[in-house]
């Protein structure tokens, strides 16, 4: 008869301190260069769905029937933009930073996609209610009114996610001094730079100039800057 048939207990035991130590596996930690590649990512979804919604939205004033349009865009940019938002979520929550100056990141900017998902939610099920028709007990002059509310509850996600931007961009600068002890360097090299920096100049092309672009192409900017222009090397640069 096999010994750990003979003495069960301690088979029982061996047993927990096996599966004891499978559960103290080490986190994968996440590359920053992979965690700003994704925020970049996220930056150009919203930035072609703005887009997308403006064309649309400039066609349904056109139309006949401008009101219902208007409303049916509403719930098709909406319900694109809910899709895109929990994929990169999925994506975004499985990060994890070494660094424990930025290792919240990863959490936040899920919380804010996650509230960009809830005000979908109520934007469509507004657009959704104010088509079905008059029915009594509903105040549509109210569900009319709350529209405008949560776009500029969506508006000021989109200044968080700004606001948060230059957190993103600083997890790219090296923890490595260089010769004079300064943080010269990023982390990432000049290849995945220019990877990340030609992204934002081919999907946000001209807009990045301007002046009073909305939240997420000043986000944009203002990564490009950090990659491009604040003055840092790059890891594969000399170290001096």
């Known amino acids: 008869m096999p010994y750990y048939l003979k003495r069960p207990l301690a088979f029982f035991l061996l047993m927990l301190i096996l599966c004891g130590q499978s559960q103290a596996e080490p986190v994968q930690q996440t590359s920053p260069y992979e965690f700003a590649r994704a925020f970049v990512e996220q930056l150009i979804e919203t930035h072609q769905g703005e887009q997308l919604a ?23 940019n909406c319900t694109r933009m809910k899709l895109k938002l929990n994929v990169m979520i ?37 657009a959704q209610t104010l088509l079905e028709g008059p029915k ?19 508006e000021y996600v989109n200044e968080l996610i700004f606001k948060a931007t230059p957190m993103v961009a600083l997890s790219l600068v090296s923890n490595r001094p260089d010769s004079k002890n300064q943080l010269s360097h990023l982390s990432i090299t000049h290849r995945q730079a220019q990877d990340l920096v030609g ?10 100039e301007a002046k009073d672009g909305s939240w997420t192409i000043r986000s944009a900017n203002l990564m490009r800057t950090m990659l491009r222009d604040n003055g840092y090397k790059y890891a594969d640069d000399p170290w001096f």
């Open 90 to 126: 999925g994506r975004v929550e499985q990060m994890h930073l070494a660094d424990a100056n930025f290792d919240t990141l990863p959490s936040y900017l899920t919380q804010m996609y996650a509230r960009k998902v809830d005000l979908c939610d109520e934007i469509v099920q507004t």
């Open 54 to 76: 403006a064309q649309e939205f400039a066609a349904a004033r056109k139309d006949a029937d401008s009101q219902q349009q208007i409303l049916i865009s509403a719930i098709r």
């Open 136 to 154: 009594v007990g509903v105040d549509y002059g109210k569900l009319a009114g709350h529209m405008p509310e949560v776009t500029a509850q969506v």
């Open 199 to 208: 992204r934002l100049q081919t999907a946000f092309g001209r807009s990045l």
